[in-house]
């Protein structure tokens, strides 16, 4: 499974106010799920195959973290099978606090800064990727041979497709 489960735009419900954050990624990824049929186990003791459940948890927790926001999915059409979720997710610039998932040691050392983001802008059948990171305390954006000084409130917007974070004890 991977981080695609995070709130579609469709799915946000502006009554409930669910949030389509990265904490939602990982809430929703770290979910107990219920394998279908085609996915159940033998079981020794009743001697029936059974549904199996199944739960993804974070041990360890690398020095770089890096975590690619799933934006092309197989929408299963013939002549348009692929297509771009151009959601927004928020995601924090610094202090992301992955403790709640971490069931390891790592539990004290699982606070990251954001260092870098990159961008993809346009559709399936072509676009541009772009980049902003953070170099001696400033965020640049690179886009080509350009690369300009840039303000943190140029970092979050819907053409995050990877984020680089390093773990702020390191």
């Not at 981080?3 to 799915?11: K, M, Q, S």
Request: aromatic share 16%; proline share 2%.
């Amino acid at each position: 499974k991977s981080f695609n489960t995070c709130i579609g735009i469709d799915d946000i419900d502006n009554k409930t106010q669910k949030k389509n954050d990265l904490y939602s990624c990982f809430d929703k990824f770290s979910e107990t799920e219920q394998l279908d049929e085609d996915n159940e186990w033998y079981c020794k003791k009743c001697k029936k195959h059974q549904k199996a459940y199944k739960r993804l948890q974070l041990y360890y927790l690398p020095k770089l973290l890096i975590i690619h926001l799933k934006r092309f999915t197989n929408s299963g059409n013939r002549y348009y099978g692929w297509s771009k979720n151009n959601s927004y997710v928020d995601f924090p610039i610094e202090n992301l606090d992955l403790s709640k998932y971490v069931t390891g040691p790592d539990k004290d050392t699982s606070v990251y800064d954001l260092y870098a983001v990159s961008q993809h802008y346009g559709g399936v059948g072509g676009g541009h990727y772009t980049a902003v990171a953070k170099n001696s305390g400033r965020w640049y954006s690179f886009n080509d041979s350009s690369v300009s000084n840039t303000g943190e409130s140029d970092i979050k917007s819907s053409a995050a497709y990877v984020l680089f974070y390093r773990r702020k004890t390191d």
